[in-house]
């Protein structure tokens, strides 16, 4: 639903990643599904893992919007987030993109895939901390750039609630970064982490590969 580390005047962008990136921002090997991507915005896994064979659902409260809006909305974040990132270039580590170019083109890959599969796909018009799915209808849960990188706009309770909601609705759920936009780790990490095993959750940080802003290299597992 979102992207890393800009201020965006009290917004969301709705910008998507490509499945080879949630393959190294969440360490996934070969996930069995069904998945649950959320909020999933215009990215393309949802469309790319079905095409592998893995049964997978976007959930996204965009998607109450039709697909020339998400179009024209992409397109928007999109060339927002590339400007930005060229003007913010050495803040950030280039080993996963190589250069702002090559990450402006995974950006449009992965919203041309979501368009190109929108809305017949199975697109969901929801989002945290609330969720329409029974109870543990997901192997896994994916949620990546929304808890965490927004701590200035959503409050602890809000982080807690959406994470035992993926929970719920998973029997394993994983949160990319830990960091916010300021990138430094969020100070809602070790809150949440307490809140969770009162809960009776019992989550673990697990390092990835992917490292983009500098030193986020860490997945929430619950």
């Not at 949630?22 to 915005?41: I, N, Q, T």
């Not at 609330?130 to 701590?151: E, Q, T």
């Amino acid at each position: 639903m979102t992207d890393d580390a800009f201020e965006v005047e009290e917004e969301f962008l709705l910008i998507g990643r490509t499945y080879a990136e949630y393959a190294a921002m969440f360490g996934l090997d070969s996930p069995a599904g069904p998945v649950l991507d959320c909020g999933s915005g215009v990215g393309s896994f949802v469309a790319e893992a079905r095409e592998c064979g893995v049964a997978a659902v976007g959930a996204d409260p965009a998607y109450t919007a039709d697909r020339a809006t998400l179009r024209e909305r992409a397109a928007d974040a999109r060339a927002r987030n590339t400007e930005q990132l060229r003007e913010k270039r050495d803040a950030f580590v280039w080993d996963f993109y190589g250069d702002p170019a090559t990450r402006a083109d995974y950006l449009r890959r992965a919203n041309e895939r979501f368009l190109a599969d929108y809305p017949a796909g199975p697109y969901v018009a929801a989002g945290l901390p609330a969720l329409p799915f029974r109870d543990g209808a997901f192997g896994l849960a994916l949620s990546a750039n929304l808890l965490f990188l927004y701590d200035d706009r959503l409050s602890l309770e809000f982080h807690v609630d959406a994470l035992s909601e993926l929970a719920r609705v998973a029997d394993e759920a994983r949160v990319f970064p830990l960091a916010s936009l300021d990138r430094t780790r969020s100070e809602y990490v070790e809150p949440c982490l307490a809140r969770l095993r009162e809960r009776g959750h019992d989550p673990a940080l697990r390092e990835v590969d992917y490292e983009f802003q500098p030193g986020a290299t860490t997945t929430l597992v619950v």
